[in-house]
RNA sequence: GGCCACGUGGCGGAGUGGUGACGCAGCGGACUGCAAAUCCGUAUACCCCAGUUCGAUUCUGGGCGUGGCCUCCA
């Protein structure tokens, strides 16, 4: 059993106790949604899901909990309705649509719960109400602040003290403040707004609800703190995220939920990932280096091809996930050679992917070895190198465990599987081609007749034709098969 | 300026106080009309300095380098 995490709290590498192994709690920070995700955000979707997959193996499916929240009201939201004249509503539910449809082809288990802060204002006024009436909050201008300084444990989780922070303030502060470290928990909408994107009414800049406090909005933290009591309790097991949450968001939520609920723990393990960057920059922009999921599976933006789903986890579960990763076009043909070299073996060794095996194959274990090497922090990269070693095996029982292996890390799935085999001649993924197979089939076929006849010429000349077309040849010992250029 | 993380062979990337993971690329060989694929074999590393130690890439201190965070709204 003995899973060790590395816990932020701590900064140290501890041995993973649930509170109750009969259920296990996760929360994790979603998307803010407002546009495409962008790889930088899949890598926690990606990390969390490898994490939930792994507590479900080891304490069973159903003592686990997975929430991963939706942002859905966020002044970004509403500074892009205003930028392209439609309403909220429609710029949320847009964007959570393509977020699904994005992480759908990462291979991510949905999570048990994924909650939407607009559908939990109530909540958020009565933690507000609450922090109030302890003495945590105030209300000022129209805004009600949260008191760093009555949380004396305010900074433990981002390891700093709010005087140091103090000292290093660069942004001006806001005079309704009683200390420069206080942050918003509800923050004035105009009244004009009234019947915005909060209640789906008519089309404004500002969403709001009504408050104790007037016409107005949560500020970005409270959401989590509220959201997370509610479906996993005042304590839980895990809360994770990007390490670029770690300060102010977490910390902010930490301070919110132990003033709420009389310094009770809000979650025993923070775990955090670590940050992405493209070609070696910092992914922004200005920098023209902005990569969406979207891109990657749809469009050639990036290394001037799509890039298949699988390949996109791989190239994140290759790198430990606290370390900085970058991302690059190299990174990505690696591994897909990698990845296509495993599903070919699977294949090579027998396995076959026809219906009636379906619940033969979901039945067979993960290695072990692999889950040793998870269970150690989530050690993926040890884990593929696990897998490199099952692939050197050659009997058809190991290609079961390798098919197991990677539809365990989420890497293969019974029907990928099964398509590839469908068009098994060696060829990857069509998919997402335009490749016209009829042709390609008549091209090789007019090539064998000329190697039949010795014709090298001709038969060298169809294979540069197909070589054009980003069709590479295998002559086997049977048959000669394709697969496209990678 | 404060705080934090990281620095391993051509590239990616684990790990460890003492037998130099793993993958890709490279090189040699087998196979092949030629290729591709596949198979076998193989060289190369631990940012710098000092300390602890019988011994450090692994621990401690300093330096250098890279990246990140330093409060909503702007």
């Known amino acids: 059993m003995s899973l060790k995490l590395y816990n932020t709290l701590s900064r140290k590498k501890e041995l993973f106790k649930p509170i109750n192994p009969e259920k296990v709690g996760m929360y994790v920070c979603g998307p803010t949604v407002y546009d495409h995700a962008h790889i930088g955000n899949a ?41 392209e004249g439609v309403s909220i509503g429609e710029i949320t539910a847009r964007t959570i649509k393509q977020f699904h449809e994005d992480i759908k082809a990462l291979g991510v288990l949905p999570p048990d719960k994924e909650p939407r802060a607009t559908e939990h204002i109530e909540g958020m006024i009565a ?19 949260f008191s ?41 909408s105009p009244q004009e707004a009234r019947g915005g994107g909060g209640a789906g009414g008519k089309q404004t800049s500002l969403p709001g609800w009504d408050s104790p406090w007037g016409y107005g909005r949560p500020g970005w933290h409270i959401e989590c703190s509220v959201m997370s009591e509610k479906y996993l309790g005042k304590t839980f097991d895990i809360h994770g995220g990007g390490a670029d949450l770690i300060f102010p968001h977490h910390e902010n939520e930490i301070a919110q939920s132990t003033c709420a609920h009389g310094n009770a723990v809000m979650a025993k393990y923070f775990v955090h990932n670590g940050y992405l960057q493209v070609e070696g920059e ?16 749809k469009t050639e933006k990036f290394g001037g091809r799509k890039w298949p789903g699988d390949v996109l986890r791989l190239v994140m579960l290759k790198t430990h996930y606290r370390q900085p990763i970058d991302w690059t076009t190299k990174a990505l ?17 027998k396995v076959s992917f026809q219906e009636g095996n379906r619940d033969y194959y979901s039945g067979f274990p993960p290695a072990k070895t692999v889950i040793d090497h998870l269970k150690n922090d989530l050690n993926t990269a040890g884990a593929i190198a696990e897998l490199h070693k099952l692939a050197k095996a ?38 997402d081609q335009d490749i016209n197979v009829g042709r390609v089939e008549e091209l090789i076929d007019n090539r064998n007749a000329a190697r039949e006849a010795r014709d090298w010429n001709e038969a060298d000349r169809i294979r540069d034709e197909l070589d054009a077309m980003g069709i590479v040849l295998k002559d086997g010992p049977e048959r000669t098969t394709w697969e496209i250029k990678r």
Request: charged share 25%.
């Open 127 to 145: 933690m507000i109400k609450t922090l109030i009436e302890r003495g945590h909050a105030y209300e000022a201008d129209g805004h009600v602040l």
């Open 333 to 349: 043909e690696q591994a897909y050679g990698e990845l296509y070299g495993w599903k070919e073996k699977i294949l090579s060794l």
């Open 282 to 297: 910092k992914m922004s922009k200005s920098l023209g280096n902005f990569i969406t999921i979207h891109d990657l599976l």
């Open 394 to 431: 050659d009997d058809i029982s190991d290609g079961h465990s390798l098919f197991a292996t990677l539809n365990f890390l989420g890497l293969a799935s019974f029907d990928s599987m099964a398509r590839f085999e469908t068009y098994q001649e060696g060829t990857t993924i069509i998919d």
């Open 148 to 188: 760093v300084s009555s949380d004396q444990s305010y900074g433990c989780l981002s390891n700093r003290s709010p005087d140091e922070m103090r000292a290093g303030a660069r942004v001006d502060v806001a005079s309704y403040k009683k200390d420069p470290m206080d942050f918003v928990l509800w923050k004035p």
């Open 43 to 83: 890598r926690p979707i990606i990390v969390f899901d490898v994490l939930y997959r792994l507590l479900r193996y080891l304490y069973g499916e159903a003592h686990v909990t997975y929430v991963r929240n939706i942002t859905d009201v966020d002044d970004k939201i509403n500074a892009r309705a205003a930028q």
